[in-house]
Every structure is written in structure tokens, then in C-alpha cells.
């Protein structure tokens, strides 16, 4: 049974998405990272969700966002998950599904310990493999040099338009390629308990952090014997190539860095489970008079938005 969607709006969120069969359906090359990240970036200002770091593997993605609602974290996912899969496909030459399944959100508490330890998680995308030596490392879309240089911005995407393009392909137009490429940054927001640091100490900590997954990466090269990868052997990989195992563990209802918080979180979702099954139990009844909580999604009913505190 998948997660109740909700519980999100003003939170710290790691979204997690897996390629069909652990594929490298999202292998890097410089027209599929510019395709990668035109998508977000437009999903992005269509949706004015808060991006806070972003790291785009060969066969999986992790994201740290900040929703306003569940309404906009699903409305940016569904952009993201579906134009990738629609273009970002036929660039790799693969023909079917390029999702394994809807993407996977984790609530992260309010705790500072617990939103650097997934902001160093999403840092060590690429290290913690073995696959490079630093995060900066790693040639397709990733976060790590934007955060550590201090840029608010990742530059270098392409949006291609291709409804425009069919429409003025049918009228008879006479098409510009050019016409129809539009560039597209994403903008990066701090993770929420960086927001009040001033810049040279947020500097400081997420070169650590960075520095940190390095010497992790290299203690595992001193234990496996195997040197990284490397980007030049990560550019070449086989898209379609099938790893032979994957990791199917379970992943965490959420992230905490205390008990007590992690409590908190589950109660809270439990009450929102218990609440949502009454009243899917009532609506199924006949009932007309049911009221569900603020932040999910119905069976066959619009979205209930969260009630916003006033100014």
C-alpha cells in the first residue's frame, strides 16, 4: 500500500524516485542533463515550489523540496516524473515506462541535525558508491557544486516545447528549430534550518559536509580496493543496462534525528490515516456530510487544501 500523500505543506520533504528495474535510464550526457534540468526548471515556475538540492544518478533521483501543500508537491512531481519520462526516454533510445513507480516522499523533522544529515545524504550521491572521488564530481545533474560555491542558481537547461512545435507543424508553419528552445534555471532555496546563517558560516558547513562524503568514499576504496569509477567510464555507460541487484530495502517513514521527534511525526500521521479511513468509510456509506483533513486528496472528490493561518 502506497503513503498517504499529505502532512507536507512547510516541510522539508526527500523525494526519491527508482528508473523501470533499476535501469540507467538517466545515465548522463550533456543533452540529457540540459533535458533534466529545462524540466525542473520549468516545473519549478510553474508551480513556485522551494528547491533545496537535487541529485539525478543514473538509475534514481533524490530531492529535497520544501511544498507549500500537497497539491503543489504533486502537481510539481507529476510535471517532473512525466516530461522527464517522455523525453529523457527517447534520448537514451528506450521505448517503455522509464519510472519504476510513482515517486516516494519522507517528511523531515524540524530538527537542524536531521535536515544537514539528509542535505549531506543527497551530497554524498555519487560518492558513497564509490562511482567519484567528490560530489563535484559527478557529470550529470547534481546540486553539490552550486551549494558549495554559494550559487542560487543551476544554469544550462533547455525546456523544449514540443506541443507549440506539433501546433505550428499541423497549421503549416514554417519551423525554426530555435523557436521552440527555451532556457531554464532552477532555482535553489536553503534547507530551512540554513535560512538564518550567515554566509560564510553556511559556506563553511556544507564544505564539510561535502568533505566528509569525500574521505567516506575514499575509506571505501581503501576497503573494496577499487578505484572510482570516474566521470569519462559514467558518460559511457549502457542506458538500458540492467544491475544485476538492487537495493529493495524499506525506506524510513521519516527522517529524525531524536526519537521524540520521530514520535511526534508518526502520531501526527496516524491521526491523518485514521481521520482519512473514517471518512473514506463514511463517503462510501452515502455519506454527503463528510469532511476530510486538509491536505489530501479524496477518492473521487477534489483536493482539500490546508486551512492557511491568517497575517
Same mark, same amino acid.
Given at each position: 500500500?502506497?503513503?498517504?500523500?499529505?502532512?507536507?505543506?512547510?516541510?522539508?520533504? $526527500?523525494?526519491?524516485?527508482? *528508473?523501470?528495474?533499476?535501469?540507467?535510464?538517466?545515465?548522463?550526457?550533456?543533452?540529457?542533463?540540459? *533535458?533534466?534540468?529545462?524540466?525542473?526548471? !520549468?516545473? @519549478?515556475?510553474?508551480?513556485?515550489?522551494?528547491?533545496?538540492?537535487?541529485?539525478?544518478?543514473?538509475?534514481?533521483?533524490?530531492?529535497?523540496?520544501?511544498?507549500?501543500?500537497?497539491?503543489?508537491?504533486?502537481?510539481?512531481?507529476?510535471?517532473? /516524473?512525466?516530461?522527464?519520462?517522455?523525453?529523457?526516454?527517447?534520448?537514451?533510445?528506450?521505448?517503455?515506462?522509464?519510472?519504476?513507480?510513482?515517486?516516494?516522499?519522507?517528511?523531515?523533522?524540524?530538527?537542524?541535525?536531521? @535536515?544537514?544529515?539528509?542535505?549531506?545524504?543527497?551530497?554524498?550521491?555519487? *560518492?558513497?558508491?564509490?562511482?567519484?572521488?567528490?560530489?563535484?564530481?559527478? %557529470?550529470?545533474?547534481?546540486?553539490?557544486?552550486?551549494?558549495? #560555491?554559494?550559487?542560487? =542558481?543551476?544554469?544550462?537547461?533547455?525546456?523544449?516545447?514540443?506541443?507549440?512545435?506539433?501546433?505550428?507543424?499541423?497549421?503549416?508553419?514554417?519551423?525554426?528549430?530555435?523557436?521552440? +528552445?527555451?532556457?531554464?534555471?532552477?532555482?535553489?532555496?536553503?534547507?530551512?534550518?540554513?535560512?538564518?546563517? /550567515?554566509?560564510?558560516?553556511?559556506?563553511?558547513?556544507?564544505?564539510?559536509?561535502?568533505?566528509?562524503? =569525500?574521505?567516506?568514499?575514499?575509506? +571505501?576504496? $581503501?576497503?573494496?580496493?577499487?578505484?572510482?569509477?570516474?566521470?569519462?567510464?559514467?558518460?559511457?555507460?549502457?542506458?538500458?543496462?540492467? %544491475?544485476?541487484?538492487?537495493?529493495?530495502?524499506?525506506?524510513?517513514?521519516?527522517?529524525?534525528?531524536?526519537?521524540?521527534?520521530?514520535?511526534?511525526? !508518526?502520531?501526527?500521521? #496516524? =491521526?491523518?490515516?485514521?481521520?482519512?479511513?473514517?471518512?473514506?468509510?463514511?463517503?462510501?456509506?452515502?455519506?454527503?456530510?463528510?469532511?476530510?483533513? &486538509?491536505?489530501?486528496? &479524496?477518492?473521487?472528490?477534489?483536493?482539500?487544501? =490546508?486551512?492557511?493561518?491568517?497575517?
Amino acid at each position: 500500500m502506497r503513503k498517504f500523500r499529505g502532512l507536507v505543506a512547510n516541510r522539508l520533504v $526527500e523525494v526519491t524516485t527508482r *528508473t523501470f528495474q533499476g535501469r540507467f535510464l538517466l545515465s548522463p550526457s550533456p543533452e540529457v542533463n540540459r *533535458t533534466i534540468k529545462g524540466v525542473i526548471g !520549468r516545473g @519549478q515556475r510553474r508551480t513556485g515550489i522551494d528547491i533545496c538540492g537535487l541529485a539525478f544518478m543514473s538509475n534514481h533521483a533524490h530531492m529535497l523540496l520544501v511544498p507549500e501543500s500537497t497539491e503543489q508537491l504533486s502537481e510539481f512531481m507529476g510535471f517532473v /516524473n512525466g516530461n522527464i519520462a517522455r523525453k529523457v526516454g527517447p534520448l537514451q533510445g528506450w521505448r517503455g515506462k522509464l519510472w519504476e513507480r510513482r515517486y516516494q516522499h519522507i517528511i523531515i523533522s524540524d530538527e537542524p541535525e536531521a @535536515q544537514i544529515a539528509r542535505l549531506k545524504y543527497l551530497f554524498s550521491q555519487g *560518492t558513497k558508491e564509490g562511482l567519484v572521488r567528490h560530489p563535484m564530481d559527478w %557529470p550529470g545533474v547534481h546540486s553539490a557544486g552550486a551549494s558549495r #560555491r554559494g550559487y542560487p =542558481e543551476m544554469t544550462g537547461g533547455v525546456w523544449h516545447d514540443q506541443t507549440a512545435e506539433g501546433k505550428a507543424r499541423r497549421s503549416g508553419k514554417i519551423l525554426t528549430p530555435k523557436e521552440f +528552445l527555451f532556457e531554464e534555471v532552477i532555482r535553489l532555496s536553503l534547507v530551512p534550518c540554513l535560512r538564518d546563517w /550567515n554566509p560564510g558560516p553556511r559556506l563553511g558547513l556544507i564544505d564539510q559536509l561535502q568533505h566528509e562524503c =569525500e574521505q567516506k568514499g575514499r575509506q +571505501l576504496r $581503501e576497503e573494496t580496493g577499487r578505484p572510482p569509477m570516474g566521470p569519462k567510464k559514467i558518460l559511457m555507460q549502457v542506458p538500458d543496462f540492467q %544491475p544485476k541487484e538492487l537495493d529493495r530495502s524499506p525506506a524510513p517513514a521519516f527522517h529524525a534525528a531524536s526519537k521524540e521527534a520521530f514520535r511526534k511525526l !508518526r502520531e501526527e500521521y #496516524r =491521526e491523518f490515516v485514521s481521520l482519512y479511513c473514517e471518512c473514506a468509510e463514511k463517503l462510501k456509506e452515502g455519506g454527503l456530510e463528510v469532511t476530510f483533513p &486538509p491536505g489530501c486528496f &479524496p477518492p473521487h472528490l477534489p483536493y482539500v487544501p =490546508e486551512v492557511r493561518a491568517g497575517p
